[in-house]
């Protein structure tokens, strides 16, 4: 099996919830939704026209926190708009928290996410090495961004990975550095020295998949679990991993699996 990875790098992040009211929640990771988007920006796809094409039966993808990262709460002031002649502001503005992704430091810290791309076996679509053609000639259709358009993002790091071992374990520990699906994980390891990493372990529910039929309604979500530090989390594991080797670089990841399917 053959792994296309890359990171996208930016200064600022916000994924929005889906499910959040007024206020402007964000996801610490982009979701699988947000990924397969930024890809299809690259290749040049039409709104809504990729979902079966980068669905999670043709394409897998994993996503790990390459930097040190932090959310904080902003408030935009927002024009309040009632009727068309509102845009000039006469009706004043409205203050929306915003929640915010950064690195650690805002003035000199950035946000890196690693997405890992492979086809799956049997699949038509031809998505790793399409995707790699777009990266490597620096053709990309649209700019890549960490979820609102002002939000500009960089593609850096783009590395092929071939003959990548599968390794199937049950109920052992093993190092994962990507974000890894929840309904594998048993246990996550203790150690007191370094109690500490407990703190920036995150579980959560994203969106993986849309219908295909070019009207955004949500198919499928992921459950998964995942540090917003730069570390990997040792947890113990019934399920399959794959390890990207490359001299003395050793990589762990799992990618993302759906939970349930929501709609037929």
Same mark, same amino acid.
């Given at each position: 099996?053959?792994?296309?990875?890359?990171?996208?790098?930016?200064?600022?992040?916000?994924?929005?919830?889906?499910?959040? =009211? =007024?206020?402007?929640?964000?996801?610490?990771?982009p979701p699988r939704t947000t990924i397969i988007g930024i890809i299809a920006g690259i290749m040049g796809r039409d709104k809504n026209s990729y979902y079966e094409e980068f669905s999670s039966e043709n394409m897998r993808i994993g996503i790990r926190i390459v930097s040190d990262i932090r959310k904080s709460f902003h408030r935009l002031n927002y024009l309040m708009i009632k009727g068309? *002649?509102?845009?000039?502001?006469?009706?004043?503005? !409205? &203050?929306?928290?915003?929640?915010?992704?950064?690195?650690?430091?805002?003035?000199?810290?950035?946000?890196?996410?690693?997405?890992?791309?492979? *086809?799956?076996?049997?699949?038509?679509?031809?998505?790793?090495?399409?995707?790699?053609?777009?990266?490597?000639?620096?053709?990309? $259709?649209?700019?890549?961004?960490?979820?609102?358009? %002002?939000?500009?993002?960089?593609?850096?790091?783009?590395?092929?990975?071939? %003959?990548?071992?599968?390794?199937?374990?049950? =109920?052992?520990?093993?190092?994962?550095?990507?974000?890894? =699906?929840?309904?594998?994980?048993?246990? /996550?390891?203790?150690?007191? *020295?370094? $109690?500490?990493?407990?703190?920036?372990?995150?579980?959560?529910?994203?969106? $993986? *998949?849309?219908?295909?039929?070019?009207?955004?309604?949500?198919?499928?979500?992921?459950?998964?679990?995942?540090?917003?530090?730069?570390?990997? /989390?040792?947890?113990? /594991?019934?399920?399959?991993?794959?390890?990207?080797?490359?001299? %003395?670089? !050793? &990589?762990?990841?799992?990618?993302?699996?759906?939970?349930?399917? /929501?709609? &037929?």
């Amino acid at each position: 099996m053959d792994v296309l990875s890359f990171d996208i790098c930016g200064k600022f992040a916000h994924f929005r919830k889906f499910h959040a =009211n =007024n206020t402007a929640l964000s996801y610490s990771i982009p979701p699988r939704t947000t990924i397969i988007g930024i890809i299809a920006g690259i290749m040049g796809r039409d709104k809504n026209s990729y979902y079966e094409e980068f669905s999670s039966e043709n394409m897998r993808i994993g996503i790990r926190i390459v930097s040190d990262i932090r959310k904080s709460f902003h408030r935009l002031n927002y024009l309040m708009i009632k009727g068309k *002649d509102d845009f000039t502001g006469k009706n004043g503005r !409205v &203050q929306t928290p915003f929640e915010v992704i950064t690195g650690n430091s805002i003035r000199e810290g950035k946000v890196v996410y690693r997405v890992y791309i492979s *086809d799956r076996e049997g699949s038509k679509f031809k998505n790793t090495d399409n995707l790699k053609e777009f990266l490597l000639n620096q053709k990309a $259709a649209f700019n890549a961004s960490l979820g609102p358009a %002002n939000f500009n993002a960089s593609i850096e790091n783009i590395r092929i990975w071939q %003959n990548v071992n599968s390794i199937h374990v049950n =109920n052992e520990f093993v190092n994962i550095h990507s974000a890894c =699906n929840s309904k594998d994980v048993s246990e /996550l390891e203790f150690i007191e *020295d370094a $109690a500490f990493k407990f703190n920036f372990v995150e579980e959560e529910l994203l969106p $993986a *998949d849309f219908k295909a039929n070019n009207d955004r309604e949500l198919k499928a979500m992921n459950r998964v679990l995942y540090s917003t530090r730069s570390f990997p /989390l040792r947890v113990k /594991l019934k399920g399959t991993y794959h390890e990207l080797k490359e001299g %003395n670089e !050793v &990589q762990r990841i799992q990618f993302l699996e759906n939970v349930g399917i /929501l709609t &037929q």
